[in-house]
């Protein structure tokens, strides 16, 4: 069966551009490369490369982890998310392109390497970075000051530094109507949220390689949280659509941030990619199929294909979109004999001022009140990500402590998954910029996608707090815990840790690491007795452990 890539609406507004654009893009690059993309044809499934590869450090399951990627200097070093993403940066050849759409970018050897292709090598470097969060703003204005600073030494130099910067503002965004306006005249203003990047092996030849999927180019995003970024080498048609996007925000939704920034130019897909990639909001460009559907509505579709024995397994970051809630619901009444498993963050668990409208504990009322049995939710935990908030002046979830579950996704009966940028909430659909694949088992590495994903599932779901210390196995971490023991426990590490004696303690532990228990309590400095409460509290609380090691009882955080 043909599959179709899903584009938005073309509005009568960018009908012109549209035309206009196609003419200039293709004279242009046929002068360019003497028709190059006449020559561009679907590549052989012989000769396409599909990656897939997850975070922290290769991802948790250890069907997972443990890959390596073998540089271009020989090294061979982990298959990291951003040692993956270097060794394609460095494959680039001389005289190539790389170009980067990033909502947060602070990891600084990737950052490095671009700066070293475009000075070095010829390689023409073109980013995008999302200028409207504000907790980004400083990483984007060091960023820019950084490539201004290397683009004044090359032109003092007299060499070529082809880096490109553009940023989307929250200025463009209202401009476009990407915003909402609450009713106390609060403007909530959307995010340009996307994560892809596209490699040309000539600056003017058809795109080769490229790259999506969750993850941020960070330290955190590698390390920490549980990401995911999908890889496609040797794959044009692919990358094309990648870069068809690309030029859309270039063109119309970014602000130079260098003195050049030469446009982009769309190109007809000469063929459809072997699964679906759909973009939300307005889209510009001759496209080669004019289906346009919402990202919502095509999850809406794959819920509804549940079959009566089938399966929906869900990992999301953030959830207010309240359709799909109730699709969700809805399917599981209409399949008591499927099974529905829904994995959400930690900053799910609880409904706040600051989290208002979200669902993950609303679906756990439902799940109650409509006497559904197929329907379990569990949450990405963490035990320690509790501290002392200094806004509130009180120890609450410190979002910096949580190594978040930042994937967002759901699978099909095993069978089908979709993936990508877009967390399920209205910000994401209606304001923001986003992306997601579709893949299905039977398609070219859709297999190896899906059971990889569901390797990582597994593994997290099966390893819940709610077991009893008892029950516990030696050096066992626990990763996922429902909502009623969530929020119990939760109220248990705030009144301890609320303690100055187990505050202390835990603050040891944190800052410098596993200590005996002679050592912890002459840098606790409190009493025995106090000392002795203060361990049982926090063992209760589950933010440390004891072990033994070389004939002494030495204590740990538990996680």
């Known amino acids: 069966m043909k599959r179709k890539i899903h584009y938005p609406f073309v509005t009568s507004k960018s009908l012109f551009r549209l035309f206009a654009t196609s003419i200039a893009s293709l004279f242009l690059m046929t002068l360019l490369a003497g028709g190059l993309f006449t020559a561009l044809v679907p590549t052989p499934a012989s000769a396409l490369d599909m ?47 790389i170009k980067i759409v990033m909502y947060n970018f602070d990891y600084r050897p990737i950052y490095d390497e671009l700066i070293n292709r475009a000075l070095n090598d010829n390689v023409q470097v073109k980013v995008i970075l999302d200028n409207c969060a504000g907790w980004t703003a400083s990483n984007v204005a060091e960023f820019i000051s950084g490539v201004k600073k290397m683009g004044k030494r090359a032109a003092r130099e007299g060499r070529n530094f082809d880096y490109q910067l553009k940023v989307v503002t929250g200025k463009v965004m209202s401009a476009h109507k990407r915003t909402r306006v609450l009713d106390d005249g609060k403007e909530i203003i959307g995010t340009m949220h996307e994560k892809f990047g596209v490699f040309y092996d000539r600056k003017a030849g058809p795109p080769s390689h490229s790259f999506a999927g969750s993850s941020n180019i960070s330290p955190s995003a590698e390390d920490l949280f549980a990401e995911n970024r999908i890889f496609f080498k040797n794959a044009p048609v692919i990358s094309l659509v990648f870069a068809n996007q690309f030029a859309r925000l270039w063109n119309l939704y970014s602000v130079k941030r260098t003195e050049r920034a030469d446009p982009e130019y769309i190109v007809p897909l000469p063929a ?119 806004e509130t002046k009180s120890v609450g979830m410190d979002h910096f402590r949580s190594p978040l579950l930042h994937d967002k996704l759901m699978i099909i009966n095993r069978e089908k998954i979709i993936f990508g940028s877009y967390n399920w909430s209205g910000s994401a659909e209606e304001r923001n910029f986003e992306d997601v694949m579709v893949f299905d088992k039977n398609t ?41 023991y969530g929020r119990k426990l939760e109220k248990t590490i705030i009144k301890v840790l609320s303690e100055w004696g187990a505050s202390r303690i835990r603050y040891q532990l944190d800052r410098y690491g596993p200590a005996s228990i002679e050592d912890l309590m002459e840098k606790s400095k409190l009493k025995k007795g106090e000392f002795i409460k203060a361990i049982g509290q926090l063992k209760m609380a589950m933010l440390i452990e004891n072990y033994m090691q070389d004939g002494h009882i030495w204590f740990r955080l538990a996680d």
Do not use: C
């Not at 819920?303 to 999301?316: A, F, I, K, T």
């Not at 590495?445 to 029950?471: A, K, Q």
């Open 51 to 97: 990656e897939l590869h997850l975070a922290p450090n290769g991802g948790f399951s250890p069907a997972n982890s443990g890959r390596t990627v073998t540089l271009k200097d020989g090294s061979e070093v982990s298959a990291t998310l951003n040692n993956v993403l270097l060794d394609m940066i460095q494959r680039v050849p001389a005289g190539g392109a």
């Open 272 to 390: 459809n990619p072997p699964f679906e990639v759909i973009f939300n909001g307005e889209h510009i460009g001759p496209l080669s199929d004019r289906n346009f559907t919402s990202i919502d509505k095509r999850i809406l579709e794959l819920l509804e294909e549940v079959r009566p024995n089938g399966s929906v397994d869900v990992m999301m970051f953030s959830f207010t979109h309240r359709a799909i809630a109730d699709k969700i619901m809805e399917m599981a009444r209409r399949r008591p004999g499927a099974t529905f498993r829904l994995m959400f963050d930690h900053s799910m668990l609880v409904a706040s001022d600051e989290r208002r409208g979200i669902m993950p504990p609303e679906i756990e009322k439902w799940i109650v009140e409509r006497g559904l049995k197929n329907v379990e939710v569990r949450y990405k935990f963490r035990a320690n990500a509790y501290g002392w908030i200094k």
């Open 444 to 484: 070219g590495f859709g297999n190896e996608v899906i059971t990889r994903f569901l390797s990582e599932f597994d593994y997290l779901w099966t390893r819940p707090y709610d077991l009893s210390n008892s029950m516990k196995m030696a050096g066992e971490k626990r990763y996922v815990i429902s909502g009623a």
